[in-house]
C-alpha cells in the first residue's frame, strides 16, 4: 500500500489515518487482484485499469466514490446505513462504522458491470 503513503502521512487525525488504513487493508484483502494508484489526489482502486472505487477524507467523514452507475444501484441500501450521498459519492462519518458488506457488495458490483470495460470511467 507504499502507494497511499504520501496522502495519509497528510492525515492528521491519528484516528481518521487509523481507519483509512484499515479500509484500505480491509480492500486489498477482500480484492487483492484490484490494483492501487492515486489519481486526482486520491486513492483508487482499480481493475484492469479502469475504475472501481475512489477514497477521500474530509473533517468530518470518508467519501467513497463508485461512480454514478454503482450510486444508483445502491441508493437505498447507502441510505439504510445512515450514509449521506450524490450521484457520485457517499459520506461515512468518522463517528459511524463502515458497513463493509456493503462495500464488499459495491465493489463487487463494479468489477462484474465493468468486466468488459476497456476505458477508465464508463462511457
Known sequence: MDVFAEYLAKVDD????ERL????AWVQ???PNLGTKMAWNQPMF????TFILAFSSAKAHMSVAP?????QHFSSRIEQAGYTQTA??????????????????????NI????????????
Not at 459519492?89 to 462495500?103: A, G
Open 14 to 17: 491519528p484516528l481518521q489515518k
Open 21 to 24: 488504513e484499515n479500509v484500505f
Open 29 to 31: 484483502e477482500a480484492f
Open 46 to 49: 482499480t481493475d484492469h485499469d
Open 67 to 71: 461512480e454514478a452507475a454503482a450510486m
Open 88 to 109: 457520485q459519492l457517499f459520506r461515512i462519518p468518522w463517528k459511524m462504522p463502515v458497513d463493509y458488506e456493503l462495500l464488499q457488495d459495491l465493489i463487487a458490483f
Open 112 to 123: 462484474e458491470d465493468k468486466a468488459d470495460c476497456t476505458t477508465f470511467w464508463r462511457k
